[in-house]
Nanobody
């Protein structure tokens, strides 16, 4: 299974950006896909996840601003980010897991990762 994250860039505070995660190989419809991010000097953290059934989970800091969605026909997961803040600056990674939904915030349970895409939000 390969994951390709894209869509990052340099934006201003308040702007919007949509990240894409294209998945190839395996059975996309059976995967939970998560987005994680790592800011400079920080540990990687959970951002959002969407299950194969459409369940969604978000980190508290992005609730109401970010929306995760999936298009099973295109084997792609999206992360729509609105109202971006400088503290959202990070490398964003998408990853795949098949674990039970209750553990989706834990990166150790994700088996395959994309290469990351950089999002920089200027103030």
């Amino acid at each position: 299974v390969q994951l390709q994250a894209s869509g990052g860039g340099l934006v201003q505070a308040g702007d919007s950006l949509t990240l894409s995660c294209a998945v190839s190989g395996g059975t996309f419809r059976s995967y939970t896909i998560g987005w994680f991010r790592q800011a400079p000097g920080e540990e990687r953290e959970f951002v959002a996840a969407v299950s194969w059934t459409g369940n969604k989970k978000y980190q508290d800091a992005v609730k109401g601003r970010f929306t995760i969605s999936r298009d099973n026909a295109k084997n792609t997961v999206y992360l729509q980010m609105n109202g971006l803040k400088p503290e959202d600056t990070a490398v964003y990674y998408c990853a795949k897991t098949t674990i039970v939904w209750g553990r989706v915030t834990e990166e150790n349970f994700y088996s395959d990762w994309g290469q990351g895409t950089l999002v920089t939000v200027s103030s």
